[in-house]
């Protein structure tokens, strides 16, 4: 079964440096996420992507962070200048659209 | 603001019970409401409900939408020890390419 996936599973960084997360959506999916779960807290939608642009971003989609499709395949969420509590569970997701949004297994980040 | 609220936030049953997740949602724009279950890192999809009183039916697994009411059920019959995890409920707004996720009921079956 196709499936969402992400690397690294798991990133330690110190506070101020830049980090990219890596995603390959399902391959003929149109739509594009990124949430987080802070631990013990509810997943929250930061960003989606189509046609090559931002459709929506939350409030804690600031400058700090952006969103690229540098391929085919490939999703990526940069954080320019980590901070403490940029530390949590950051999950990619696709989905066809007006259909099931799949989540990847998460890339784990600790900013210390 | 675009609010679910899930109950109970945590449920201890023995091996072959039954148990009922709640979903109750607010927001602006309702699209669909979904049912995921989180084990250990990634949210797996369930269900997917868009229209009222409709069941739908998963092995022992089933959920149910009330859009009136706004609410949706989650039914797992003759538990087992894998059924251990946290159950999810996102609901999708229309115009949104968003989910919006209740906190979780962290389910746990003992044997």
């Known amino acids: 079964e196709p499936e969402v996936t992400q690397t690294p599973s798991h990133q330690v960084t110190q506070m101020g440096q830049e980090v990219i997360l890596r995603c390959v959506p399902i391959s003929n999916h149109l739509y594009f996420y990124w949430y987080r779960q802070i631990l013990g807290q509810k997943v929250e939608f930061l960003v989606s992507f189509y046609n090559n642009e931002i459709s929506e971003k939350s409030e804690i989609f600031d400058d700090q962070f952006s969103v690229e499709r540098p391929d085919g395949s490939n999703f990526t969420l940069k954080i320019r200048s980590t901070k403490l509590e940029d530390s949590a569970m950051y999950f990619c997701a696709s989905s066809l659209g007006g259909n099931t949004i799949y989540f990847g297994e998460g890339s784990w980040l600790t900013v210390v | 603001e675009d609010k679910v609220v899930q109950s109970p936030l945590s449920l201890v049953v023995h091996e072959g019970d039954t148990v009922t997740l709640n979903c109750s949602y607010e927001?602006?724009?309702?699209?669909?409401l979904l049912w995921y279950k989180q084990e250990k890192k990634a949210p797996t999809f369930l269900f997917m409900l868009t229209s009222s009183g409709i069941e739908k039916k998963s092995g022992r697994l089933s959920s149910i939408l009330d859009k009136k009411e706004l609410f949706s059920i989650l039914n797992i019959t003759a538990t087992q020890t894998g059924d251990s995890a946290v159950y999810l409920c996102a609901v999708e707004l229309q115009g949104a390419q968003k989910l919006v996720f209740g906190q979780g009921t962290r389910l746990t079956i003992n044997p």
């Open positions: 927001v602006t724009n309702f699209r669909s």
